[in-house]
C-alpha cells in the first residue's frame, strides 16, 4: 500500500492551499484517514481525522480554518487549509488506518510541504 501526498507549496499568510493524499494499492477496508504535521523543532501532531463512517476530529489550533474531506471511490482524502498562518509551517504527512487482504493497515505517505510566508 502507498500513499501519494501532494499540493503543498509556498503560500502567504492568509491564503489558502488543498492537500490531496490518494492511497493505493491491496486495500480492503479504510477505518480512518488522518493528517498530520511537523514543523522544524517540534513534535508531530494530528491535524485531522476522518472515520469511514465520515466523523471529523480537528487540532484546537485549526478548528474553523483546515477542513477534511474524503473520496470514497479515489481513496482519496483532501485537507482544505483557509487563513493560513505563519505557524501552519510544516511538512504535512497523511495516515491511513485500515486492512489489506495481508492484515492490519497503518500507512505514511511521504509529507509535502507547507510553507507560509508573512
Known amino acids: 500500500v502507498q500513499l501519494q501526498a501532494s499540493g503543498g507549496g509556498l503560500v502567504q499568510v492568509g491564503g489558502s492551499l488543498r492537500l490531496s493524499c490518494t492511497a493505493s494499492?491491496?486495500?480492503?477496508?479504510?477505518?480512518?484517514l488522518d493528517w498530520y504535521r511537523q514543523a522544524p523543532g517540534k513534535q508531530r501532531e494530528l491535524v485531522a481525522s476522518?472515520?469511514?463512517?465520515?466523523?471529523?476530529n480537528y487540532a484546537e489550533s485549526v478548528k474553523g480554518r483546515f477542513t477534511i474531506s474524503r473520496d470514497n471511490t479515489k481513496n482519496t482524502v483532501y485537507l482544505r487549509m483557509n487563513s493560513l498562518k505563519s505557524e501552519d509551517t510544516a511538512v504535512y504527512s497523511c495516515?491511513?488506518?485500515?486492512?489489506?487482504?495481508?492484515?492490519?493497515?497503518?500507512?505514511w505517505g511521504q509529507g509535502t510541504l507547507v510553507t507560509v510566508s508573512s
Open positions: 495516515n491511513l488506518v485500515g486492512w489489506s487482504a495481508r492484515g492490519g493497515l497503518d500507512a
Open positions: 494499492g491491496s486495500i480492503i477496508r479504510i477505518n480512518r
Open positions: 476522518i472515520t469511514d463512517g465520515g466523523s471529523k
